[in-house]
């Protein structure tokens, strides 16, 4: 088993109750952060963290929405009060939801906005003045590579990822100065349950797209998440990596 300690102080990951979020929670915990695992559902944070404190990690699960401004406060207050400032962010938790344009509801893409691009906003603003107060910390945004080239069935899906990698650059030319390091990771398909939510169809069409010719595990995310947060890293403002079997090459 891996050895953990918490030099690395306290990290939050939302939405890390499955897939990507799960695996960032675990590779984080590995890396020496205490992390505060978040999911709306709360038996599956609790799960999750149970995983890390199995091993010998620091973990406290924290359920809440993050659209919710009372709840992102909630979040970053319970760990806050559980292991300390928060040294890390990482913007994970998302939904999906597949319609044609012509189809889409407003509520399906107010829904959609609200997860991905308010709950991104609201997080970070919980964190940011502590983390600017002290000159340090690292901020972590999920997008996705359709959020640089669009997604056919996914316009409100891609639009939202896309105004994350824009928030993203914009915060990291306001606050890099500061000591704060804001970057995003762009994952293409990535064999998650969310993305098996999507229809079979979808997925093997897009699967024979990519040149790789595979979809990632959300190990492979986690290793660049990872990354960014890591002193490694220093250089990387503003980025968006792209951990994507190559289904966009920038």
Sequence with gaps: MPHHSTENGSAIVTGAGSGIGRAIALKLSE?????????????????????????????????????????????????????????????????????????????????????????????????????????????????????????????????????IIGMTKSLAREVSSRGVRVNAVAPGPINTPLVRELSEDWRKRKAAELPLGRFGEPEEVAATVAFLASPAASLFVGQTLGPNSGDVML
């Design 31 to 163: 890396d020496g952060y205490a992390v505060t695992v978040n999911d709306l559902n709360l038996d599956r944070a609790r799960a999750v963290a149970d995983e890390i404190t199995a091993t010998g990690g620091k973990a406290h699960a924290a359920a809440g929405d993050v659209s919710s401004e009372a709840d992102a406060a909630a979040i970053h207050g319970a760990s806050v009060a559980a292991f300390g400032d928060t040294a890390l962010l990482v913007n994970n938790a998302g939904i999906v939801h597949q319609a044609l344009f012509e189809n889409l509801q407003t509520a399906d893409f107010d829904r959609m906005f609200a997860v991905h691009v308010r709950g991104t906003f609201l997080m970070t603003k919980q964190v940011l003045p502590a983390m600017l107060a002290k000159g340090a910390g690292v901020v972590v945004n999920i997008a996705s590579q359709l959020g640089q080239i669009g997604g056919i069935e996914l316009s409100h899906y891609a639009g939202a990822k896309s105004a």
